[in-house]
């Protein structure tokens, strides 16, 4: 398994990385995480965000260049409303029962859950297809790009 995390600075780099390394032997997946923005990422927010819009044109770009080698690749903590093209190549965005999620609020105590409460969701939500599925987006993610991008898809 192979990360990538998208960033500002290296978001323009993700298909030239899935290229190189993706076909190597033993290679069964390729992970290109949207960011949380926690801990160094948040330290160094500045220079590295980017938003979840702009990284789904990017990684839509990555999957078109890819070719076969896009069936590799899964994208990680995007809700489907910014690409439901590609909503069975996401991951983390609902509650999965194969996928356990460490809850930052209980983190101390590692209770480990299937929800996160440090997700909220926008107004808009309410009309979205993945709705009941849907984890939200990260509060902080809210805090630095508000929700705007953010658009139900029709049910």
Known sequence: VLNFVLTRENIGQAGAFLRRFAPRAGVSEFQLYYPHYDGLMREHEEGLKLSMSDAA???SAVFAEAGDLAK???VYNMPPCLAPQWSGRMRNW???ENSLLLDP???QGAEIRQERRDRV???VCAECRYNDDCLGVERRYFELFGDKELKAVPR
Do not use: I, N, P, Y
Request: glycine share 0%; proline share 0%.
């Open 57 to 59: 044109r990017a990684v």
């Open 72 to 74: 590799k690749a899964f």
């Open 94 to 96: 609902a509650r999965e």
């Open 105 to 107: 609020a209980t983190a």
């Open 121 to 123: 969701k926008a107004e």
